[in-house]
């Protein structure tokens, strides 16, 4: 099958994508209101996008009637988030957390999660999250229904329990994030393996 995406509608240009592209990590994302309420949000069009400098990316989609969501104008005003990763033991809460409460709710409070402070920004992060980070606006790319964010983490907050002694590696048995595949379809990592380049191959690169 061939798709014209120059011709395709909307809608279904997410779907191939969506649904090919998988699975996508999610992204929490924290932020906080001009008077100081806070706010949490689960994005999937997410992902980490260099390491030198730091930096995450997320991709935030206008409400159906073109309005901003809650999320990005705060980002827009604050110039901070927080982007908390998921495991099992709090997907549920990330998926209520995008039910379309009025800006005056407190989805981390409302959906029994607990706040921590963050140390360098200022709105707080998830304190079940087996890994958060906080970041500062580097960038804003806007598009008519979309921005895309460029997001430079300062700090990051990693569950003792999910690296090795020595802080370096992550423990698969301890961090099995859940990523987003399509519509209401998720997947948790709790079948990992290891995959090397082909001796013969890399012999003979010389490397």
Request: aromatic letters at 6%; glycine letters at 4%.
């Amino acid at each position: 099958m061939e798709f014209d995406f120059e011709a395709l509608p909307p809608k279904d240009r997410y779907r191939l994508l969506c649904s090919f592209v998988a699975p996508r990590p999610i992204a929490l994302v924290t932020t906080r209101s001009e008077n100081g309420t806070p706010n949490a949000a689960p994005m999937s069009f997410f992902n980490v996008f260099s390491q030198d400098p730091p930096i995450v990316i997320l991709g935030i989609q206008a409400r159906p009637d073109g309005a901003e969501k809650e999320t990005m104008r705060n980002i827009r005003r604050s110039k901070e988030f927080v982007v908390n990763l998921c495991d099992m033991a709090i997907a549920q809460q990330m998926v209520d957390c995008g039910i379309s409460f009025p800006d005056d709710v407190d989805e981390v409070a409302l959906t029994g999660l607990s706040h921590a402070p963050s140390l360098k920004i200022g709105p707080g992060r998830v304190a079940e999250s087996p890994a958060s980070m906080e970041c500062r606006v580097s960038q804003i790319i806007d598009y008519p229904r979309r921005a895309i964010v460029l997001g430079e983490v300062v700090q990051m907050h990693v569950r003792d329990t999910c690296l090795d002694a020595a802080g370096r590696y992550v423990r698969p048995e301890a961090y099995q994030p859940v990523a987003r595949l399509h519509a209401d379809n998720y997947i948790v990592s709790d079948r990992q393996f290891e995959l090397t380049a082909t001796d013969s191959l890399t012999a003979a690169t010389g490397s």
